[in-house]
């Protein structure tokens, strides 16, 4: 049975919440879990976009007056919410009110759901090694 | 760049109408199933089709279902203290 050490074990988890990261699932996919990653990807996508839909890319204001923790919350999203956080850069796309409300709301739990899933996919990962190394 | 991928991008650029209404509050509904299937995909052992859908679907239940009582609190208090 193969032996992995701590470092290839710590840079492994890194890869795993990375990919998590830049890809809602990808996390789960690299462990073999394809319903898991899957049924993730489809549903953070579709409620970030459905945020986006509700609200514009306005809703988006990661260099913006928005309180911190929206910030905080979209920045967990995949990196294209921080590229769409440069294009509403000066209120090029104002947004007020209710839209904008509903969609920070669907953006932020978008972000905060794949952050839920990427630690989850880093704690799977830390049990597949640990059972492959004999721990 | 077709028409339809013009007008689709075009969608995401400018906000829907939505009002102060009580039918706003039924935007709640994708929220709350999209957080029931992403914590039964991280809660379940295995997943299989037909316990997944079980589960999530009892989540979403429960969310709404006590959104439902907490709203009828908040709706009953406000009556007692503007009447």
């Known amino acids: 049975m193969p032996r992995y050490s701590k470092e290839n074990k710590a840079i492994f988890l890194l890869v795993v919440g990375l990919l998590g990261w830049v890809v809602p699932g990808a996390g789960y996919f690299v462990l073999g879990e394809k319903k898991r990653a899957i049924i993730v990807f ?5 409620t ?5 839909y509700i609200g514009s890319i306005g809703v988006i204001d990661l260099f913006g007056t928005s309180a911190i923790y929206v910030k905080v919350a979209q920045v967990m999203n995949p990196p294209v919410a921080i590229v769409l956080g440069h294009y ?3 209120g090029n796309y ?14 932020m739990i978008s972000g905060l759901l794949n952050l839920l899933c990427i630690v989850n996919a880093v704690y799977l990962a830390h049990l597949y090694r640990t059972e492959m190394a004999g721990g | 760049m077709s028409i339809i991928t013009v007008f689709v991008m075009a969608s995401f650029t400018v906000p829907e109408k939505i009002g102060a209404e009580p039918q706003s509050m039924l935007w709640l509904l994708p929220l709350a ?6 914590y039964k995909v991280t809660k379940l052992p295995t997943i299989t089709a037909g316990n997944f859908i079980k589960e999530a679907a009892i989540l979403f239940g429960s969310i709404v279902v006590f ?17």
């Open chain 1, 42 to 46: 489809t549903a953070i996508i579709l």
């Open chain 1, 48 to 52: 970030f976009c459905l945020g986006l």
């Open chain 1, 88 to 90: 509403t850069v000066g």
């Open chain 1, 94 to 107: 104002p947004v007020y009110g209710w839209p904008n409300e509903i969609g920070q709301v669907y953006t």
């Open chain 2, 33 to 38: 199933a999209a957080i029931a299937v992403v």
């Open chain 2, 67 to 83: 959104i439902i009582a907490v709203a009828l609190v908040l709706y009953a208090s406000a009556w007692l203290i503007t009447e």
